[in-house]
């Protein structure tokens, strides 16, 4: 069982705190979702996981192992990948040469051609797609692109910064239906979203993040039934 259990978590940049106290915990096999507005801290969050952001203070527990102090590819190497903020593909390269650079830590070449073929089947647009230059395929394209170059380390947690951010309706409810499909697969998921009621949907469990603080947690049900969440965030 492998969970990520965030403890009393603080952050800042120079000297402006961002994260206060913040408590969390990500369930092996479940899609856990964190809302919350416009700078409410969930890239800062994120980063926190990868240790791109310093903790000021708390643990972050992988596996039962202490993740604040690791280097960025060694968390990596321990099952996490992310799937960053506006998707972030490498645009003058191939949607293959994307998808291999997921894959930098294995070094086998077979594993890694298998690897390819299985985001291919996930993904078979990508396929068709293989030699395209990602900076010229569409936004849902490139949402595509981005979640199989996360795949590509075979992580068992996937966390995904506001995947529907910028994408069309239509690209947005793909995408949540894609997410869902990855978690079906055995992968947990920590989702970090401004849509609320959509990501509510496909989410078991969820954290609602105001100004850097936890401020409503619960089953997916129970927040989706929260008047005060509805107020704010079901707009
Ligand atoms: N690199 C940075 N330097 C200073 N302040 C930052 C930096 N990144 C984010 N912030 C501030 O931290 C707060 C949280 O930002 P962020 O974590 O990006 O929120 P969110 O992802 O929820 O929109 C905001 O007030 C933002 O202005
Ligand atoms: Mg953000």
Redesign the pocket.
């Known amino acids: 069982m492998s969970n990520l259990v965030i403890r009393g978590l603080c952050a800042r940049?120079?000297t402006?705190d961002?994260l206060h106290d913040v408590n969390l915990e990500v369930e092996h096999g479940k899609i856990t979702c964190i809302l919350?507005?416009?700078?409410?801290?969930?890239?800062?969050?994120?980063?926190s996981i990868f240790g791109l952001t310093l903790p000021r203070q708390g643990s972050l527990q992988w596996d039962g192992k202490e993740l604040a102090g690791m280097k960025t590819h060694e968390i990596v190497a321990s099952g996490i990948s992310c799937i960053p903020?506006g998707r972030k593909v490498f645009p003058r390269m191939t949607v293959a040469e994307n998808l291999a650079l997921g894959g930098f830590l294995e070094k086998n070449e077979a594993t890694l051609r298998k690897r390819i073929a299985r985001i291919y089947d996930i993904f078979p647009r990508l396929r068709e797609r293989a030699e395209q230059l990602a900076g010229t395929m569409s936004g849902g394209e490139q949402a595509m692109v981005s979640i199989g170059r996360g795949l590509m380390a075979e992580p068992r947690l996937l966390v995904i910064?506001?995947p529907s951010l910028g994408l069309s309706p239509l690209f947005v409810k793909e995408n949540f239906k894609v997410i869902q499909r990855i978690n079906g697969l055995g992968i947990t998921v920590l989702l970090?979203e401004q849509n609320a009621r959509q990501t509510l949907a496909i989410s078991h469990v969820g954290y609602v993040?105001s100004q850097?603080r936890v401020v409503a947690q619960g089953t997916a049900q129970a927040l989706t039934e929260n008047d005060e969440v509805r107020a704010a965030y079901f707009g």
């Open positions: 940049y120079d402006v961002v919350g507005a416009n700078g409410a801290g969930k890239t800062t969050l994120i980063r903020e910064d506001e970090v993040l850097g």
